[in-house]
């Protein structure tokens, strides 16, 4: 892991952005920038194309021109757009050290001893493994190679009801509230959902009997930037501005998402925010880079954020990391996944997009 030089560290903002401008002139066609709808306004700026993280990785990869991909985002995003990329094509990640914490929870060593567990509570019936985008390449490979597959918060209704066509049990990680919340849509009952907890569960006496009844096993995950928003706050916006529309994030928890209007992903709320009448006022749950912006986008419209929550590692990416990958393109922080790996994991891709 190459770290940023000091020289980059004490550039003057205009001779970065300089900089910048200059080394995409140079490059052209031979370079795409993908930033994510979490990154700060000062690295969109010179992002080619802005989006969710399987949205860009798909529409890097398209493009036959396009040598280096610079993926300004969190590492499991970088990683997905390595795994889709095309032969010729060199994937850099500004920052390795921006990792998702929602991610990190859970691990292949943990996830494989809950799942020896799950799947041999019942060796009868049969269990789907499904993976949230938001998780590392080798548990993205764990599903492919298990016939599960990957899925997005705009597409996990679809991944459940594809998921239960297939087999008994789903096992899904590492998002518990966006678990519950599409478990709630599916029409799953709370008394078939189980919670695996790898601190508690390996050692529950009871756990292969909770297993044979439940239909639904969710992983004990979360985001910590949709966490922060609370019923409270929504119940002040109600008191506050009774005729405002609330639209929250699925990673929430589901009592954030039964008291707002809407819930959905990303991609979700922009539609939301451009297709509210003129002059409306709209509350976002999520990430208050995606929230700045939308309200920076439509004017006409009052935007605010139902509480104010940053991504620390999205925020650890910068002009000036940018600028250095861009002059040592191809070189520094280049993103590698394992080749086994990486071919398992584009089969879970492959299959998620069967039911998308």
């Known amino acids: 892991m190459d770290l940023l030089p000091d020289a980059y560290r004490k550039m003057d903002p205009e001779e970065i ?26 690295v969109i700026d010179f992002a080619d194309h802005l989006g969710d993280s399987l949205g860009l990785s798909r529409l890097a990869a398209a493009q036959e021109d396009c040598e280096f991909i610079v993926f300004c985002g969190v590492r499991f995003m970088a990683e997905s757009a390595e795994i889709l990329r095309r032969d010729h094509q060199k994937v850099q990640h500004p920052d390795p050290k921006s990792g998702c914490p929602l991610a990190d929870m859970a691990d292949i060593a943990s996830v494989q001893r809950a799942w020896d567990r799950v799947a041999g509570a019942d060796p009868g019936g049969k269990v789907i493994p499904l993976t949230y985008m938001n998780s590392d390449s080798d548990l993205k490979a764990f599903c492919g190679e298990r016939e599960g597959a990957v899925c997005t918060s ?50 529950d006496p009871d756990i292969e009997s909770r297993i044979r009844e439940a239909t639904l096993i969710l992983w004990k995950g979360f985001c910590h930037v949709h966490t922060d928003f609370q019923p409270d706050h929504i119940r002040r916006i109600r008191e506050e501005d009774p005729s405002a529309k609330v639209v929250v994030h699925p990673e929430c928890s589901v009592e954030v998402v039964e008291a707002a209007d ?15 009448p003129s002059g409306s006022s709209v509350y976002i749950g999520t990430e208050i880079n995606l929230v700045s912006r939308l309200a920076s986008e439509h ?30 393109i191809g ?26």
């Open 154 to 203: 705009s597409n996990t209704r679809a991944a459940f009801e594809w998921a239960r066509e297939k087999a008994d049990k789903i096992f899904f990680f590492p998002d518990e509230n966006l678990g519950r919340n599409t478990a709630r849509q599916a029409g799953i009952p709370q008394e078939e959902i189980l919670l695996w907890d790898p601190e508690v569960s390996p050692t």
């Open 17 to 42: 952005r300089s900089g910048i401008r200059k080394r995409k002139e140079e490059l052209g066609k031979r370079l795409v920038i993908l930033g994510h709808h979490y990154q700060r306004q000062e």
């Open 262 to 276: 809407a819930a959905g992903s990303t991609e979700y709320i922009c539609r939301y925010v451009r297709e509210a």
């Open 331 to 356: 070189e520094v922080n280049r993103v590698h996944v394992d080749p086994g790996t990486k071919e398992l994991a584009k089969v879970a891709l492959e299959r998620m997009l069967k039911f998308s």
């Open 299 to 328: 004017p006409d419209k009052k935007i605010f954020e139902v509480f104010r929550s940053l991504c620390p590692n999205m925020f650890r990416i910068d002009p000036a990391k940018l600028l250095w990958i861009l002059d040592e």
